[in-house]
């Protein structure tokens, strides 16, 4: 697979109407430090620590240092952008934000896991039995594949669509190739699909044969509105394309787990942030309120899918031209750290969650476009506990 990054001009952009705020830059140490944990690379080397200071605030940095920025495929020298707005036609600037980068918000619990793995409901220590019970509540992942992962890039547009290049989605791209090649999948890169090619290549891939599949994946990259995505030429209802799967129309995939990852926007409101206080958590003591399943069971037809929306019904979602979005970056960081560590499914998507609202934070002098966040959505009708259990190929 080619090498489609370059080097650009760390300019952030969000994934919505052209009517939308556009353009602007990330700042300064965060940045850098953030690039060391997204670094797409072979091993888990750690990237030396630059040595630069945090700036006093969002956005004051006045440092141009040369910064390198490694991928999968090769490592070159990017300038780290002044922040102005000398080359942006619109006043939106975006910045890594708070005192923890991505590699501590991933690695929050480090010092533990070092000498001791996680066990979670269903993952064993070493030496230890699972239970029956235990394999009851998880997909089986077991299968001779792990399963087809299907990226749709979507980066031009036809000129009707009235959509903007989207710079900085093939880092995205190939940064979700690296990670769900990790995670044993086979994955089939798609770039610039109309709507109708997006239902081809998605009916063709629910028409194949997934009885030796632990499950599927699909990840769209592309402009959008509620609900809806662009092909190059228009919109598709996100679920028309997610139809072709469910259990009326993909038999072996039924019972299977069916991921969806959606980056794009879901509408055009911006999302304010707010003080946090300190809070304490609450749970309920009824625990046996289960009931046995029947002996002859039966699944609604839309059972066993996972969506992951990179924001909010509603809402912007933001990409950095030159570093990617910040939801897609955000879930490979937290994928390379945790994805076969024996941490749920569920657990790894609120990682990114956390990570996505603590982390990124955009910065204008337009103020109603100042201070402004991001939080990713995530829709689950999974039925059972998903791990993606290491495979011995």
Request: aromatic residues 6%.
């Amino acid at each position: 697979m080619a090498d489609r990054n370059a080097a650009g001009e760390g300019e952030d952009v969000t994934d919505a109407l052209p009517s939308g705020p556009e353009v602007a830059d990330i700042t300064g140490a965060q940045v850098r430090r953030t690039l060391e944990k997204l670094s797409v690379e072979e091993t888990r080397e750690k990237t030396p620590a630059t040595g630069l200071t945090e700036p006093s605030s969002v956005g004051t940095t006045t440092s141009r240092s040369t910064i390198s920025v490694h991928s999968q495929f090769s490592t070159g020298k990017v300038q780290e952008p002044p922040n102005s707005l000398e080359t942006a036609p619109v006043s939106t600037m975006a910045s890594v934000h708070g005192q923890e980068n991505l590699q501590s918000q991933t690695s929050l619990q480090s010092s533990k896991e070092g000498k001791q793995q996680m066990t979670t409901k269903g993952q064993t220590e070493p030496g230890s039995s699972t239970t029956h019970q235990d394999l009851y509540h998880m997909y089986n992942m077991n299968h001779p594949r792990r399963g087809l992962a299907i990226v749709i890039n979507n980066k031009d547009f036809d000129k009707k669509t009235k959509q903007k290049v989207r710079t900085g989605t093939d880092i995205d791209a190939d940064s979700l190739f690296k990670q769900l090649t990790n995670l044993d999948f086979d994955v089939q890169m798609n770039d610039n699909l109309s709507c109708e090619d997006m239902k081809s290549v998605l009916r063709e891939a629910a028409s194949a044969d997934h009885s030796n599949a632990d499950c599927v994946l699909v990840a769209i990259l592309s402009h959008g509105e509620e609900k809806k995505v662009y092909g190059t030429d228009g919109m598709v209802d996100i679920a028309d394309l997610a139809e072709y799967f469910n259990g009326v129309n993909c038999k072996s995939l039924i019972g299977k787990p069916k991921i969806f990852i959606i980056q794009a926007c879901q509408g055009s409101k911006m999302m304010d942030g707010v003080d946090m206080p300190d809070a304490v958590g609450f749970y309920s003591a009824d625990q046996d309120l289960l009931s046995m399943p029947p002996q002859t069971q039966t699944l609604p037809s839309e059972a066993d899918f996972l969506y992951f929306y990179s924001s909010t019904p509603g809402y912007f979602a933001w990409r950095n031209q030159a570093k990617g979005s910040w939801s897609i970056q955000s879930l490979c960081a937290v994928l390379k750290e945790h994805g076969k560590s024996g941490m749920e499914i569920m657990q790894i998507l609120t990682r990114v969650n956390r990570t996505v609202a603590t982390q990124f934070e955009s910065h204008t002098k337009d103020k109603k476009m100042d201070r402004k966040k991001q939080m990713p959505c995530i829709m689950s009708m999974l039925t059972k506990e998903l791990y993606f259990t290491p495979k011995n190929l």
